[in-house]
């Protein structure tokens, strides 16, 4: 089965600076790449994702990568505020099947003022 | 309006028993999914569930059983609670088995 390790486990930044947080996976028909954030006491909320159609998506300012031929895939936070603090997880599936997510392990990111 | 709403939020149980956690959501979608998050915070799928096909992770022990009165309710039964069972469950639900995960606040299970 799929198997998505994500880097660093915690991860902590100045506030206005970037975050990248990176995760790798296993299978290499796995086509859909969503990013999920976690705030303390909520439920995990989709934030952005990436088929493997494309190669980078941008939504403000967070971005995905992807590259198909390495197996990895990263989230990039730009001018982060201390809302962002939070722990995301990657995940990776077949079809954008959400009974085929595999979530990585999580990110804790820490912004401090 | 809450969106996917599960109850309790909190259950400290005794060993041995059994216990149900609740799950509704509102979107009208037509899959529903069980996830355990564990105390490193490790999400796995237990259940993904729609009218037609009930999909379970292997991995789940047979003392886990979802229940579903209708499309828009996935309720979680657990049989004979073990401590490490302790954990927070999230309920989740999307529209068609490939649409985005909305997922309920969680429910922190602690099996004393």
């Known amino acids: 089965g799929e198997n998505v390790e994500q880097h660093p486990s915690t991860l902590s930044v100045q506030e206005g600076d970037s975050a990248v947080i990176k995760c790798t996976y296993s299978?290499?028909?796995?086509?859909?790449f969503p990013w999920y954030k976690q705030e303390l006491g909520k439920g995990p909320q989709l934030i952005i994702d990436?088929?493997?159609?494309?190669g980078e998506k941008k939504d403000q300012r967070i971005a995905v990568t992807l590259n198909k031929t390495a197996k990895h895939f990263s989230l990039h936070i730009t001018e982060t505020q201390p809302e962002d603090s939070a722990v995301y997880f990657c995940?990776?599936?077949?079809?954008?099947?959400?009974?085929?997510?595999?979530f990585g392990g999580g990110t804790r990111l820490m912004v401090k003022p | 309006d809450t969106a996917v709403s599960q109850t309790p939020k909190y259950l400290v149980t005794q060993m041995g028993n059994d216990k149900s956690i609740k799950c509704e959501q509102n979107?009208?979608?037509?899959?529903m999914y069980w996830y355990k998050q564990d105390s490193k915070k490790f999400l796995k799928i237990m259940f993904s569930?729609?009218?037609?096909?009930?999909?379970i992770n292997e991995t789940v022990p047979n003392r886990f059983s979802p229940k579903s009165p209708d499309k828009a309710h996935l309720n979680l039964h657990i049989n004979s609670l073990e401590l490490g069972d302790s954990a927070v469950y999230f309920c989740?639900?999307?529209?068609?088995?490939?649409?985005?995960?909305?997922f309920g606040e969680g429910s922190r299970l602690t099996v004393l």
């Open positions: 989740a639900s999307s529209q068609h088995s490939t649409g985005e995960l909305f």
């Open positions: 299978d290499s028909a796995s086509n859909y």
């Open positions: 990436i088929r493997s159609n494309v």
């Open positions: 995940a990776a599936s077949l079809n954008n099947a959400g009974n085929m997510l595999t």
């Open positions: 979107l009208g979608h037509d899959t």
């Open positions: 569930y729609n009218n037609k096909e009930l999909i």
